[in-house]
């Protein structure tokens, strides 16, 4: 069976992303931070939902837990790495207004959210280039960004910078690797209820109430899953550097 590593699976979409790819028979190296029990649970819903799972501790900020994750991944997987899903990410401590915020935020933002994920996408790419091509495809990467990508908050500019950078990791990635049967995508998703949320969950309900989102709910980790589900079954083909809007329509223009 194919082998994923998720990152940042512990809780949240990337646990909701692991299930999903349980429910698809997949291996998935469940990749977490500190939470090591949130990790075992997770593990344990992979591989209730019908696939296999191994927690694999490591900061995707750090270069050398970036490699050990993607030896241990490619060990569940007999050598094989058929997906990286990018999806472990921070919010900023505090929400300080961008003329007020400090290079400690902007730093610790940019090395998990976004050079984490440049330098993880690399050394995988690099494994899935050397690895025998499986029905035309070497592998598939798909990064969890945000509509913060496109969308100015201006209490968390490092927050949303990031996640722009995350946009064009995509299209670099998509370029480079189409030759090699490499496909890379981008889901963008909208207000997703996770620990994440937890804090804003108030100013989100009233807003989501108020029509912040065409399709008036909150979000849930098996949105994002699902699209997942979607890539990961080679349901787009002839796409790459292609974004996917899991947002409730938060992106349309309406008027
Ligand atoms: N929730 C939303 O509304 C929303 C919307 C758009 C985009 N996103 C993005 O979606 C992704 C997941 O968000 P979420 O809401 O699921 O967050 P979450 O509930 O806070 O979960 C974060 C996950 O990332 C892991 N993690 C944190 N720092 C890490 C690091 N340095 N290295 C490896 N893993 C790390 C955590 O592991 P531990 O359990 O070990 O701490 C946990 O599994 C993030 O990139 C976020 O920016 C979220």
Redesign the pocket.
């Known amino acids: 069976m194919p082998t994923a590593l998720v990152?940042?699976?512990?809780?949240?979409?990337?646990?909701?992303i692991a299930i999903g790819l349980g429910r698809l028979g997949w291996t998935v190296a469940v990749?977490?931070?500190?939470?090591?029990a949130?990790?075992d649970e997770c593990c344990a819903l992979v591989a209730a939902a019908g696939g296999r799972a191994e927690a694999v501790?490591?900061?995707?900020?750090?270069a050398a837990?970036r490699a050990r994750l993607v030896a241990e991944t490619a060990r569940l997987g007999g050598g094989r790495i058929d997906l990286l899903v990018?999806?472990?990410?921070?919010?900023p401590t505090v929400r300080a207004d961008i003329l007020d915020a400090g290079e400690e935020s902007f730093d610790r933002l940019i090395?998990?959210?976004l050079k984490?994920p440049y330098f993880l996408t690399q050394l995988v790419a690099k494994h899935m280039v050397a690895q025998e091509a499986d029905g035309g495809s070497r592998g598939q990467i798909v990064t969890?960004?945000?509509?913060?990508a496109y969308t100015a908050s201006v209490n968390r500019g490092d927050?949303c910078v990031a996640?722009a950078g995350l946009a064009m990791l995509t299209k670099v990635y998509a370029a480079r690797l189409a030759d090699h049967g490499i496909r890379v995508y981008e889901i963008?998703?909208?207000?997703?209820?996770?620990?994440?949320?937890g804090p804003v969950k108030a100013k989100y309900d009233a807003l989501i109430a108020d029509g912040l989102t065409p399709i008036r709910r909150w979000?849930e980790?098996d949105d994002?899953a699902r699209a997942v589900q979607a890539i990961a079954r080679g349901d787009l083909p002839f796409s790459t550097g292609e974004v996917l809007n899991v947002d409730g329509g938060f992106h349309l223009h309406t008027l």
């Open positions: 990152t940042g699976s512990s809780r949240g979409i990337g646990r909701g990749n977490y931070a500190g939470n090591r949130a990790a501790q490591g900061d995707v900020s750090v837990d990018n999806n472990a990410g921070i919010a090395a998990v959210n984490g969890i960004s945000s509509i913060s927050y996640k963008r998703p909208g207000v997703i209820a996770t620990d994440m949320t979000g980790p994002i």
